[in-house]
């Protein structure tokens, strides 16, 4: 009789590191829903423990504070959201079409996480407001992405798409319409054609921003 070898049993060290991310990642969905509900302020470290399914005292053993929490979500977060832009540009090589992929890339990415999106605008104020309000990963992800955005804004004002001197202002009033417009939406409505957004974005921007600079 021939006996299949068994497993080998996972090691006390390997199931305790799974364990460990298994319960961050609860604390971090939790959080990302309370905060993207009640904001910030109004969420306690008690509540986002209740709703990942543990008791308070656990949530400490992995964050020290609420801060640190909604820090290594914010952070973790944007890092995806720039992965995902970064990805989409570099697919394209024509000026405009990276422009359009930029956009696409943006609804995409918030029609799928909605709850982080109020998340996203309101730190997204208080680091263009207040440097320092963000310090550390998450600024650098955002200088990161502020970056991506700018040359490709360039090689678009090269190509002729707008006038180099109104890059500033172009690149503010994307990112103005397209936070607003899709908090207005995702939030009034239950249900959102993500290639209606696509095209009412790509349509103000070529129809109006272009011509108006």
Request: aromatic fraction near 10%; glycine fraction near 8%; charged fraction near 30%.
């Amino acid at each position: 009789m021939n006996d299949l070898p068994s497993e080998a049993p996972e090691p006390v060290v390997a199931r305790r590191e799974r364990d460990r991310r298994i319960r961050e990642e609860d604390f971090l969905a939790a959080a990302e829903r309370l905060f993207g509900e009640r904001g910030f302020q109004d969420a306690s470290m008690e509540e986002i423990a209740r709703e990942a399914g543990y008791a308070t005292g656990t949530i400490y053993r992995y964050f020290e504070s609420k801060q640190a929490l909604f820090g290594e979500l914010l952070h973790r977060r944007l890092a995806e959201y720039f992965g995902v832009v970064e990805a989409a540009v570099d697919g394209e090589a024509a000026p405009r079409e990276k422009l359009r992929a930029l956009i696409r890339a943006k609804v995409r990415f918030f029609v799928m996480n909605q709850a982080f999106l109020r998340l996203y605008i309101g730190a997204t104020d208080a680091m263009a407001g207040m440097p320092g309000a963000c310090p550390g990963p998450q600024s650098e992800v955002r200088q990161k992405f502020l970056g991506l955005q700018r040359k490709v804004l360039e090689e678009a004002a090269a190509a002729g798409l707008f006038s180099p001197e109104r890059q500033g202002w172009v690149g503010a009033a994307i990112i103005g319409l397209t936070n607003n417009v899709l908090l207005a939406a995702l939030t009034d409505a239950s249900w959102v054609e993500e290639q209606e957004l696509v095209d009412f974005f790509i349509r103000t921007m070529e129809n109006g921003l272009w011509k108006a600079s």
